[in-house]
């Protein structure tokens, strides 16, 4: 290895790595940004120091090696060479926790978050026989992502089993600060004395500052071998419930300290489950919760000798009870699953945090039926529960716009918002539900007063900042959403919605090679988002690029598959005119697997392609009597809804029910002269019922109004009808 000409001290190659600039030195090593030659890919070299004479690392360093959690940075190598002995590993990109803490004070959720993302891996960990030994701000790393990834871990501890001392002394990177009381005496390390450390990087999160900051060396040793973190202080603002955590797992004498990262994730989760806004605005009555497992009460004795009892039964009755009993134990079995589901107990955080993580895919329908069924499960038993309320109001509001703006879902929404309001009126949950009702009917100005008060009450809060966002691009003031878009991005680099909400401005303002960048960044953060997928799949066939608009839906369904992917997927291959894979694609869509099967519109897309489809006229007709059947509750609910009933005159013509479609078809007309559209489906079920006259006219009009020519041209329903002379005229 020889010298840098910057830097005399620092290598320039190792074996077939040339290595670049240096990302950090600890008490173990120094690392470096390296190139591998071989594998032509970034990496991260550690030299490592302070290694005893005669140590081994192969075997922990696959221990290392062998972990399966995505938190752990993987080892790719161990290489030595007669001078030093290095550790070849993933190049993380991101920030550290240092890094992070240094520049912005993360909200309680994000805190929460973190803790249970590495809690949930050193579980992992643990349970391999594992130890880290040097948890701290300075070895968590957070990708863009929101991903926490754990650095300079396992190889450490067998490299440097006697630096106690030299850490004392020097301490360079803050390491005594989050060290056990039991290690700095002399103790072993065990999963105890992660945990302390985890809590005491949970404290540093919650309150901007490490316990005893203004101490450090032997100082700060002694400090956190007499005290307790009963005495750490506290500001006022922070909920009970963290402090209680946070004591937990750095309680001095092990016996009180939680007892396993287990349990530390089970804790966090019951946290993450009060929903952020709540957690984070402090209006939320957290101690009425008592979500800190409590002692079990301890069992009461039978009062009776049961033996007595025995005596005064018949043996032929008992033993005939024995047989019945057993014979309905067997004949349940098939039951068991559903009855234990059924005996499990409620719990309304582990209710409200299920149904937030389902409401955070509204993008799947098949979650917004998971997360309606947590929430309406929490007004069950809390009829009056606020948080639960306003969820149930996303909910619905999300099925509107899903739903073709079903005015039964919108009904829906704004009774829970107002439910919300009334329940509790400091809960910025409530507000920002009754601010996306109000913007669905464009009362926006009223709107944007709500959304600033949930602003307000929570500042911190993701989701009203993504409801403003919506609020400006339905009121088209595109330029202030998409610099609201762009600060909520840099702001939650975790949240992916401000990613799709700059695709969705980009879409609209026709900017798509934009849009396109965008959607690839939510994809980036999390790869089975579907509004992420549509997206980006319609701003690449607006770029003229069909193949790989396809291959994108594609790309999504082998991640995700689902309705929405299906459906696009199947237009995208009605565009290029494979109607073959078209109607695979929306008999998925329609499918009781990953599809939907009461997607009444799959269905009628499904009929459409099938009867292009020689010999499969039976079949799509099937397909239209089912996109009907599914249609009719809808329009009995909603009957001046043009649309509605230009489709069901479509569908009834299709079937061959020319009386029916003539009813829906005049009627659609009545209630929208000047629709483009309107006037296109009703030229095609006149042109279907044979009223060649009407379909004239009503195909010119719709022309007159601006709808496609190219559209008009493509029906196979019209063909006859374009023939016609006074068409072509």
Known sequence: MSASKDNATQPEQLLHYQLGKSLGEGGFGHVYQAWDAKLHRQVAIKYLKNIAPGIDLMKEARLAASLQHAAFVKVHALEQTEESQAIVMELVPGRTLRQVLDTQTPSISHVIDIVLQVAQAMQEAHA?????GDLKPSNLMQEPSGIVRILDFGLAIQADRDATTSL???????????????VLTGATLRPSSDIYALGVILYELLTGARPFANLSGLALAAAVIQSNSDQWPWPDHLPQILR??????TARQIERRIGSMQGVAAQCAKIAAIDAPSLNSGTFNLAALNLMLAPLPAPIRDRYNWRQEIRKWRLTFFILCCIAGAGAIW???????????KMEPYSEAKEMQLGLEALSNFDRFEMLNRAEQHFAEILRHSPQHAAASASLSLVYSQRYLHDEKNNAWLMKAISYAKDAVKFNDFLALSHIANAKVLGLQEQFESAFVDVDRALALDPNSAQALSVKIELLIQARRFEEALTLAQQGAKRFPSERIFADQS?????????YRAAEVAYGLSLQMKRDGTTAYVGLSNAILKQNRLEDSVQVLQDGLKIKPGAELYVALGNSLAGRGDYVGAAGAYENAVAEANGNPNDYLAWAKLGEMMSWLPGK??????AYDKARMLLQPRLRSNPHVAILNARMGLYSAKLGDNAEALIYVEKSLDLAPNSAEIQFLAGVSYEMIDMRMQALAAIAKAREFGYSTKLIEAEPELVGLRRDPKYLR
Not at 128 to 132: I, P, T
Not at 168 to 182: F, H, K, L
Not at 503 to 511: N, V
């Open 128 to 132: 391999a026989g594992l130890v880290h």
């Open 168 to 182: 004392v002394q020097s301490d360079p990177q803050g390491t005594i600060a989050y060290m056990a009381p039991e």
């Open 244 to 249: 209680q955590l946070v004591r937990a797992m």
């Open 331 to 341: 004949y349940s079995q098939p039951y068991w699953t559903q009855l234990q589901a």
């Open 503 to 511: 695709g969705q401005i980009y879409m609209l303002t026709e900017a």
């Open 617 to 622: 006229v039976d079949v799509a007709k099937l």
